[in-house]
């Protein structure tokens, strides 16, 4: 049994929390990591949110949202750098992790081998040694799959753990 590396930072009611959007089904984690990349950039854009990002992708109840979809959209909506097999730059993507299953977290921050990432599901930022969690493609076959989005400035974990301690009143990035 490996050792637990994980760090959980609840959401609710912090600057972080109002940042980042829930999933609001068990299979929805794909439209929601969208939208938050979305708010995340400040991207008014005057199609995807939530909703219409759910609609495009058109979740499977049991697969979720396919990978090559996702990145279409990111591509179409967010400041898109690259997607594929073991090319995360260390900074804001998109990758289907392994939990009990597949579930598609948004990546905000790395430092050396520590990891930051959203969890749309929990509402949680987990910090956590990128050795220890395994992603994936949805189809199961590219490891390591992941969509790199734009670098944001300034970024780093302690920028994230203080946005999940500090009340809501005061969410603000600067990307």
């Not at 997607?83 to 939990?99: K, M, R, S, V």
């Not at 990128?130 to 969509?147: D, R, V």
Request: with cysteine; proline share 6%; aromatic share 10%.
């Amino acid at each position: 049994m490996r050792e637990n590396t994980s760090v959980s930072y609840p959401l609710d009611g912090t600057a972080a929390g109002r940042l980042f959007l829930r999933q609001r089904d068990e299979y929805s984690c794909g439209p929601a990591c969208l939208a938050s990349a979305a708010a995340l950039y400040n991207i008014n854009i005057a199609a995807p949110d939530y909703d219409k990002f759910r609609t495009a992708l058109n979740p499977n109840p049991v697969t979720g949202s396919d990978n090559l979809d996702m990145a279409a959209q990111a591509e179409k909506y967010l400041p898109f750098v690259s997607a594929g097999e073991d090319i995360y730059q260390g900074g804001i993507a998109i990758a289907n992790i392994i939990q009990e299953e597949g579930h598609y977290v948004l990546f905000l921050c790395r430092a050396v081998e520590r990891v930051i990432y959203y969890d749309p599901y929990h509402h949680v930022l987990v910090e956590d040694d990128i050795n220890a969690i395994e992603w994936i493609s949805e189809s199961g076959h590219l490891k390591k799959w992941c969509i790199n989005l734009a670098p944001v400035a300034g970024n780093s974990l302690q920028q994230w753990r203080d946005m999940a301690a500090r009340p809501s009143t005061q969410a603000t990035i600067n990307p």
